[in-house]
């Protein structure tokens, strides 16, 4: 069983996150054997404050730990924030600097969707092709880094004219309908990493 403390900024992502993970699992890796908890919000300012993490770490084992059955058992910490205009390396790097210090069997990882989580539907835009929320067909988007607007862009181009996206609604909405069968990570390297994150993870048990 792989159980998953998703910690991550938005109120959207509280529940779009763990929608995406099980979608990513099931259908890419063919993998059910999974519990995601509740995710943890925590603003992006605070995520980048070192004083902020060892009550939240120690909360996160201890909830990973007590759900824990089996030795064979696995269990991730899993951040994600944008990246928004910050280099998604030094953000990672400083994130994860703040998590040091493993136990061994709760491991942690780190994610920056760049520039945002919508730039992964953007990413995954053809899995929204015959939507009733969205235009058809579905327009090319091009080069994904030259978009800065990801929420917007996903609002102007992609829903029909006089829908607009709703952060709360639409981010799992959108999340639960992720096609991974069409290999959105190609020409996105963030989301090739949320990707390899668990690929890594679950290929020994496999």
């Not at 990801?150 to 996206?165: S, T």
């Amino acid at each position: 069983m792989l159980y998953v403390y998703p910690i991550v900024e938005g109120h959207g992502d509280e529940r779009a996150l763990p929608v995406l993970i099980r979608k990513l699992l099931n259908e890419r890796f063919g993998f059910y054997e999974v519990d995601v908890a509740r995710a943890y919000r925590l603003p992006k300012g605070k995520m980048k404050r070192a004083e902020e993490w060892p009550g939240i770490l120690a909360l996160a084992r201890e909830r990973l730990q007590e759900s824990c059955q089996s030795d064979d058992d696995k269990a991730l910490i899993l951040v994600v924030c944008d990246a928004d205009e910050e280099c998604p390396v030094e953000l990672k790097n400083l994130i994860e600097g703040h998590m040091r210090g493993e136990d061994g069997f709760v491991k942690h990882a780190f994610v920056a969707p760049q520039p945002e989580y919508e730039t992964w539907f953007l990413a995954a835009v053809d899995s929204f092709a015959n939507h009733a929320d969205c235009v058809q067909p579905i327009p090319p988007i091009g080069d994904l880094l030259q978009i800065r607007d990801a929420k917007g862009y996903f609002e102007r181009h992609i829903l029909k004219q006089g829908r607009f996206y709703s952060e709360t609604v639409d981010q799992p909405k959108f999340s639960a309908l992720v096609s991974f069968a069409l290999q959105p990570e190609n020409g996105c390297r963030s989301l090739k990493r949320f990707i390899d994150i668990f690929d890594r993870l679950i290929a020994p048990a496999q």
